[in-house]
């Protein structure tokens, strides 16, 4: 067997037992579920800063003669948008509970609801606030650091130990309580889940009382700093956004979705880093050293143009250079889901996959535009994703509206497709001379 076989064999093994291990399907799945929630939240605040806004920098409809009366409806958004990204990680920890339980083929809410209520008992419940310079110690409330993507790590770690402990003392049948025949049955399933419910909820909040005494920090304070922000600091940086971006794209070359193989790892950190630049610019806080450049609008505004590998570019290198009808009749049947990201009809069709001739631009254009992206928002030239978007926006309009109408970021999604179109173009053009030669 080929070095090559041997290497794909691997792959496909290793992509096997990701895509069907149990916690990151229950991770993913919820991340998925999850997209209308932060989508809504980016929407509202976007609408606060560029219509509803009187005050502040940045251009908003509000500010024009006589459009004033617009920012009567900025509570209106603001209400929405704490109730979606403000309660972001509370959502995640549901939905990571009734995932995981249904792998668990634990039925029902009970898993989501043990996961909400474990996360809620590890949870500091004194809030300090500051009043005319005096701090003051506010007793019985949630902060809501933990609530929206500061907590995301705790409540992933919690929602899936919690279930899994859950499950183990449901199904060893040890607290059961069984019930006569008489008794109603969602009243005998309550009590035949009472005591595990009890006792999960009582571990974890005994595992928080612990840590708290021992370490002098919460459970919280730990996650957050030993592991959420080095990973956070890793893959919000460039490398580890390249690194993400090739373990992606090796996947998909050989026929393998790999955003679905880095999903668990990627959508957790990345729409972590997008919900915290739109709670900062909701704030008025737009200093590019305070926002996180590499968040997941980035990656779908200057990574996945025309959708993964930027085939954008091979798109059009194609109806410029291809002198292959097999190639333009691909291209004209891709070009309607490139517009919305949608790439698998020229991915399997042309194919890249398993193709030597289109493979390397494939994994190498992502990185470039990446790279290149990073450093001209890094300059300032383009402005700071922000907001988050449906991952089909159309190019333009989705640097465009992630930025909050920034033109540099507009320039800078053109420039990448330009440099898509360069790398891609030799390789087209190395196809017609390919099929020269078989001819």
């Not at 995640?92 to 792998?103: C, D, F, Q, S, T």
């Not at 109408?405 to 330009?418: D, F, H, V, Y």
Request: proline share 5%.
């Amino acid at each position: 067997m080929k070095f090559s076989d041997q290497l794909t064999e691997k792959l496909l093994t290793f992509a096997s037992k990701v895509a069907s291990q149990k916690h990151m399907c229950a991770v993913k799945n919820a991340f998925t579920s999850l997209m209308p929630v932060i989508i809504t939240g980016s929407f509202c605040t976007l609408i606060t800063n560029v219509v509803c806004a009187t005050e502040g920098n940045g251009i908003s409809l509000g500010k024009l003669p006589g459009m004033q009366w617009l920012s009567m409806f900025t509570d209106w958004f603001n209400a929405a948008n704490y109730a979606t990204l403000n309660f972001f990680t509370v959502a995640a920890v549901v939905l990571i509970g009734l995932e995981l339980g249904r792998l668990n083929r634990q039925e029902g809410f009970m898993p989501g609801i043990i996961a909400l209520c474990s996360f809620v008992s590890c949870l500091p419940s004194v809030v300090q606030v500051t009043h005319n310079d005096v701090v003051i110690d506010v007793s019985g409330v949630i902060g809501k650091d933990y609530t929206a993507s500061r907590g995301l790590f705790l409540g992933i770690v919690i929602a899936l130990v919690s279930v899994e402990i859950y499950t183990k003392l449901v199904n060893s049948g040890a607290m059961k309580i069984t019930m006569p025949d008489s008794v109603p049955g969602n009243v005998a399933n309550s009590f035949n889940v009472l005591f595990p419910s009890m006792a999960t909820v009582l571990i974890c909040a005994l595992f928080n009382f612990i840590t708290t005494k021992v370490f002098g920090m919460s459970l919280y304070t730990i996650i957050y700093t030993f592991l959420q922000t080095p990973l956070e600091k890793v893959m919000q940086g460039l490398p580890g956004l390249l690194i993400l971006m090739l373990v992606a794209q090796v996947f998909w070359s050989i026929g393998i979705h790999g955003n679905q193989i880095i999903k668990p790892v990627r959508d957790p950190l990345l729409n972590a880093a997008i919900l915290a630049n739109t709670e900062l610019v909701g704030q008025g806080i737009t200093e590019i050293s305070k926002l996180n450049i590499i968040n997941m609008s980035f990656w779908d505004t200057y990574m996945s143009l025309g959708g993964s590998g930027c085939t954008i570019g091979l798109l059009i290198a194609i109806f410029l250079f291809s002198k292959r009808g097999d190639y333009r009749a691909i291209a004209k049947l891709e070009t309607a889901p490139a517009i919305f990201e949608i790439n698998e009809p020229m991915t399997f069709g042309l194919p890249i996959v398993l193709n030597p001739l289109l493979v390397l631009p494939f994994i190498i254009t992502p990185l470039v535009t990446g790279t290149f992206a990073y450093f001209m928002t890094k300059i300032g030239f383009a402005g700071v994703c922000v907001y988050a978007m449906p991952w089909t926006t159309p190019p333009i309009l989705s640097a465009w509206l992630s930025t909050g109408g920034s033109i540099g970021a507009i320039i800078t999604q053109l420039l990448c497709i330009l440099l898509s179109i360069a790398i891609y173009t030799p390789f087209v053009i190395l196809a017609n001379k390919a099929q020269d030669a078989t001819a």
